[in-house]
């Protein structure tokens, strides 16, 4: 019979928008401005003191807050507006100290029984609904002091091997001082160091107590190119920790000679984003120093898990954590945490020079943590926080050597979680130079909340003469292309919230398109069902040969757009990707609604009945 769909395929349709229904509800309901609360230091349980001193903080304060929520090492706790989360956050990091990291968060209001059900809303672009902003700033000074401590002990290395005496290499600030006994011995290290550094060094000649002295002073360009140095390996180090947080669209970009600017649209875990893409961990791996060892090479460090334990180590570094290569948690053959690590060509070689010659000694993992320590001062009358850095080192692993070493071994003495962190931090890459966090702020939409209200008037309005003009010209038939247009909208949210996609203002710009494809396929089928019964065709053969001759048309050209939409993802980048996403989606949704839902309404309608004159305007 014509016109009529079997039961199958109606219950089918039903379905399909009965789900999308359910996966789209989510994003009816908007997340609270919220407070999240986390212990610095990986694997730490969040105790009720710790709790109550955070309500005693923000009542103090006098900020409500409701819906309070502790998962294992998280306290989240919701505000009544957006506005009192950076007081919030500064009465409750004044009130913990260092020990907590304190970060504005958004909390969900989905309903449980949606949850229940794998229902959760669509993640929102920076340009839209916002998100957290980090300003860092990169410690150039620390930075470049490091590399001239290096020289200092690549030149005393290299002057050794050319049997160049010296007395004494010492770094003074920016500079470095080496001491001759001689004139002789000065000119011919400064001939070699002229050929060896070329371009690196402004030499200046001293006598000083009898000793003939070279001072080395980094060229401006020299310190620029080791800051250039510091900024894109931070700036590649970030974009690696963002990428291993599972991020949707961040921005990651360079801001001045030393800044960084990181915003993360949709985090629902932003203190744990904070810990993660602050944190200049690394590692120094040492051999314990012997009895009777100088104390001027050796240092005395504690350890992680008992402070009251200490070990004695030599001086010298055997390899750092930026030789590794790649690292991974893991469990041992006793179950306990571990961490896998493999090591580059350099450091390979490195560590297996060293232990070949340290066999059952014991050899210690130092773990090299940068750390903020808040203090607060009065500044006119009001008390404002200063933030130093302090670098801390403790041993977290000290065993002995039973053979050498190579480029792969692992690290013991760990908690699960900070055996996970760890191998984080290493696999997304050390830290160029230290960073301090300036600026923690949430971000409105980029292009401003009146022009974005503006353009969502726009889009309401020509939807809106859409739907009237539908209407106008197709009748009944318009009456169902509107519900089906708004059933394509309801499928394409319930789509890109299902996988998680990121809505930007280039995505809407998706969406008008394939609301405009979406009425385009219908006004084809209308339009070839108006010539049909101007042939002659009966009402019930115009509907059939409508729809079965429109579909090669309206299929061709959604194919094209299709295929042009996977190009624009594969190639794109950011919002274009955007775009492109919401452009397939709402292709392949337009399809089933101009095709499949308005054929079943009109079915439903028309179908299996005598029909005289079809509601569909023109002359029909």
């Given at each position: 019979m014509l016109n009529k769909y079997p039961l199958w395929k109606n219950l089918l349709i039903l379905v399909v928008v009965a789900l999308a229904f359910i996966y789209a509800a989510p994003n009816l309901y908007p997340p609270d401005a919220a407070i999240q609360v986390t212990p610095a230091r990986a694997g730490a349980e969040m105790s009720s003191a710790t709790l109550n001193n955070v309500r005693?903080?923000?009542?103090?304060?006098?900020?409500?807050?409701?819906?309070?929520e502790v998962n294992g090492s998280t306290a989240l706790l919701r505000l009544e507006s957006a506005d009192a989360q950076l007081p919030a956050k500064a009465?409750?990091?004044?009130?913990?100290?260092?020990?907590?990291?304190?970060?504005?968060?958004?909390?969900?209001?989905?309903?449980?029984w949606l949850v229940n059900l794998g229902a959760g809303p669509m993640t929102l672009g920076l340009d839209l609904s916002g998100g957290v902003h980090f300003l860092?700033?990169?410690d150039m000074d620390e930075y470049v002091s490091g590399r001239i401590t290096n020289y200092r002990e690549d030149l005393r290395t290299s002057l050794r091997q050319e049997d160049i005496k010296y007395r004494r290499v010492v770094v003074e600030g920016t500079k470095v001082r080496l001491s001759f006994r001689q004139e002789a011995l000065r000119s011919e290290a400064r001939t070699f160091i002229s050929r060896n550094y070329p371009g690196e060094f402004l030499p200046q000649e001293e006598e000083v107590d009898g000793n003939f002295d070279l001072i080395l002073m980094l060229t401006e360009q020299k310190i620029r190119d080791f800051e250039d140095y510091a900024l894109k390996q931070n700036l590649?180090?970030?974009r690696n920790r963002?990428?291993?947080?599972?991020?949707?669209?961040?921005?990651?970009?360079?801001?001045?000679?030393?800044r960084i600017v990181v915003e993360l649209p949709g985090v629902q875990d932003t203190a744990e984003a904070k810990k993660i893409l602050g944190k200049a961990a690394n590692l120094e791996f040492r051999l314990e120093a012997e009895p009777g060892a100088s104390r001027f090479a050796t240092e005395e460090y504690s350890f992680r898990d008992n402070q009251n334990r200490t070990a004695r180590l030599e001086k010298k570094v055997i390899t750092t954590g930026d030789s590794v290569t790649n690292a991974s948690s893991g469990f041992d053959e006793n179950s306990f945490p571990q961490v896998n690590i493999s090591l580059d060509s350099k450091g390979a070689a490195r560590m297996t020079q060293v232990t070949k010659k340290a066999v059952q000694r014991r050899m210690a993992v130092l773990f090299v943590e940068r750390k903020p320590k808040t203090t607060y001062e009065m500044v006119d009358g009001v008390e404002q926080p200063k933030t130093?850095?302090?670098v801390e080192k403790s041993i977290i692993s000290l065993a002995t050597i039973q053979s050498v070493l190579g480029s792969s071994f692992r690290i013991t003495g760990l908690q699960s979680a900070e055996a996970n962190e760890l191998a984080l931090l290493l696999r997304s890459g050390a830290l160029a130079a230290p960073m301090d966090f300036v600026e923690e702020r949430t971000v409105g939409p980029s292009l401003g909340a009146e022009n974005i209200e503006m353009g969502a008037r726009s889009v309401m309005a020509g939807l809106a003469l859409v739907l009237i003009a539908m209407l106008v010209f197709y009748r009944a038939f318009g009456f169902i292309a509107n519900i089906a247009l708004a059933v394509n909208l309801v499928l394409l949210v319930a789509l890109m919230s299902i996988i998680g996609a990121t809505l930007t203002l280039p995505g809407i710009a998706g969406i008008v398109l394939t609301v405009g494809m979406a009425v385009d396929a219908n006004v084809l089928i209308f339009s070839r069902i108006r010539e049909e019964l101007k042939n002659g065709r009966s009402p019930q053969q115009a509907i059939h040969e409508g729809y079965d001759r429109a579909f090669l048309t309206i299929f061709d050209a959604n194919l094209t757009t299709l295929i042009v939409a996977v190009i624009l993802f594969a190639v794109g980048t950011g919002p274009v990707k955007g775009f492109a996403v919401t452009l397939s989606f709402g292709i392949l949704t337009s399809m089933f609604t101009a095709v499949m839902v308005t054929r079943a309404m009109t079915n439903l309608l028309y179908g299996g009945r005598r029909v005289e004159r079809l509601s569909i305007g023109g002359k029909a």
């Open positions: 005693e903080a923000l009542d103090d304060a006098g900020i409500s807050y409701f819906g309070e009465a409750i990091q004044r009130k913990l100290g260092d020990e907590f990291v304190v970060a504005l968060n958004l909390a969900p209001t989905t309903p449980d860092m700033e990169v590649m180090t970030l963002v990428n291993e947080l599972g991020v949707a669209e961040p921005l990651v970009q360079r801001q001045g000679r030393n130093i850095q302090v």
